[in-house]
């Protein structure tokens, strides 16, 4: 069943971040799809303060991938393959350690890693409107 979630602003990306997870509560992965600017890590920092993440929360560009403690005390993982010209380089920081943590995985930038991803992945599109509100939308 295709889900889609409008954000009308930055103003409504807690609301969105919330009800976000409650639909998805199920994925442990979820992989984020959008063109440069449209608010991928945006939105993750939402999902991480809805989370009770209190560490700073940024793009993992650089690192690759960022680990947060949410309020639970169970860590989450955020990555960015932006930067990733070559699957196997995700493979060497321990990639599927990470994904079969059963811990939350956010991934910007999947598409660098497409073949890498399990089944099971959360494939979640996020596209800017004319009006500059973002929807959010995949297939459950």
Known sequence: MKQEIVIKDITDLDRAAREFLAKTTDHRLVAFYAPMGAGKTTFTTAICNALGVTDPVGSPTFAIVNEYLCSDGEPMYHFDFYRIDDPSEAISIGLYEYLDSGNLCIMEWA??????LPEETLRVHISVNPDMSRTLSWED
């Not at 598409?111 to 890498?116: H, Q, S, T």
């Open 111 to 116: 598409e660098n890693i497409e073949e890498l």
